[in-house]
């Protein structure tokens, strides 16, 4: 079975600039998650898909930051426009249930200089 | 708040040792605690989990521990080896805005010696 798969691995972007980070969880698994690490420090929660819905974007860091969830299969995350503080590893997880079993992708690393 | 405390941040233990890793909550309500290894290159990997209505579980070689009382909950890695070498996050779910959600540790990056 495969896991959750993240594109791309990395990318290096100008502030100011857009990106768009996407996300193709497990098959089957209705709820889809992001988060956040900057450097060093926690895991940050950043919101929750269940199918297409968003059930919870109490993590979003502000209105630049837009997630999608079109027909309730991949996920994409927009950011624009990009500021340095933006900078950090993007996971994106799914899960059956919800909130339990989360099986995380690679992650994106988000450079914005 | 919503917070989960980690320590150590780092641990260097001699091949065939122990590690412990010990995680507190702050959210009495917290009923779901799993555990997250993190190699390099790759993204966290679930290797257990416990929920509140138990105080023990053991997978093999590694085992967490919860005391609800208390609110910490702990890893357990006997016999270590080098390939257990990785970050490990502690992670407990938390309500918050009428909506559950997993709040994480800092990490604890272990190295393991050969």
């Known amino acids: 079975e495969a896991g959750v798969t993240q594109f791309p691995s990395h990318s290096v972007i100008e502030k100011g600039q857009t990106v768009t980070l996407r996300c193709d969880p497990i098959s089957g698994h209705d709820n889809l998650y992001w988060y956040r690490r900057v450097m060093g420090k926690e895991i940050k929660f950043l919101l929750h898909?269940?199918?297409?819905?968003?059930?919870?974007e109490s993590g979003m860091p502000n209105n630049r930051f837009l997630a999608e969830r079109t027909g309730g299969t991949y996920s994409t995350l927009k950011v624009q426009p990009a500021e340095l503080e933006d900078s950090g590893v993007y996971f994106c997880?799914?899960?059956?249930?919800?909130?339990?079993?989360?099986?995380f992708g690679p992650g994106t690393r988000l450079t914005v200089t | 708040g919503e917070n989960v405390e980690q320590h150590p941040s780092t641990l260097s233990v001699q091949e065939g040792d122990s590690a412990v890793i010990k995680c507190t909550y702050s959210?009495?309500?917290?009923?779901?605690f799993p555990w997250y290894k993190q190699e390099l290159g790759k993204g966290p990997q679930l290797i257990i989990d416990?929920?509140?209505?138990?105080g023990e579980k053991k997978d093999q070689r590694i085992a967490v521990t919860l005391n609800k009382t208390a609110k910490h909950f702990s890893l357990h890695i006997t016999e270590t080896q080098p390939e257990d070498s990785a970050v490990y996050f502690c992670a407990a779910s938390i309500m918050n805005t009428g909506f559950q959600k997993l709040v994480f540790g800092t990490g604890t990056r272990l190295l393991v010696s050969p």
């Open positions: 959210d009495s309500a917290s009923n779901y």
């Open positions: 997880a799914s899960s059956q249930e919800a909130h339990t079993q989360e099986y």
């Open positions: 898909f269940v199918k297409e819905s968003k059930q919870d």
């Open positions: 416990i929920r509140s209505n138990v």
